[in-house]
């Protein structure tokens, strides 16, 4: 069953119950044909294909400013969020930041309530979910603008 909803521009609303009815349908939907937003009581769900959120996160990409050090290093950190590195070279130091940036996302989606209910990390979390839906590590590095 399709609702109409006062307050969201979006008019097509699917109720919950109709989405557990006909669960398979309802996947096939959203991740072949468009998004859909489900209602549950008061609450709302936004259905989306990765596909499509690759397209909403697009422009979500990485700064990585860095330096060299006395020593012949460089030192890195991304201008988006607050990680840092230090490698012998830009490609070690790329890949150093990619590791951090895996684990960062990691570790915000564990403690999703402490990282997102902060008011400095809560913009953070379409990075953070840019990283997460990249296949691999090579792809995440490819985040990379530096």
Do not use: C
């Not at 489900?38 to 697009?58: G, M, P």
């Not at 990390?121 to 603008?145: C, N, T």
């Amino acid at each position: 069953m399709v609702t109409k909803k006062e307050g969201i521009i979006m008019q097509e609303v699917i109720n919950a119950t109709d989405v557990r009815r006909d669960w398979g349908s309802f996947i096939d939907h959203v991740v072949r044909f468009k998004p859909s937003l489900v209602k549950r009581n008061r609450d709302y769900l936004a259905a989306i294909s990765l596909e499509h959120l690759e397209v909403v996160l697009t422009p979500y990409r990485f700064t990585l400013e860095y330096e060299k050090e006395a020593d012949g290093s460089l030192s890195g950190s991304l201008k988006e969020l607050d990680i840092i590195a230090n490698a012998a070279s830009l490609e070690l130091l790329k890949s150093e930041i990619t590791k951090e940036l895996i684990e960062y996302a990691q570790e915000y989606m564990d403690e999703f309530g402490k990282y997102y209910g902060a008011p400095n990390r809560k913009p953070h979390f379409p990075y953070v979910m840019r990283v997460l839906i990249q296949k691999d590590e090579d792809a995440v590095r490819g985040l990379l603008d530096a």
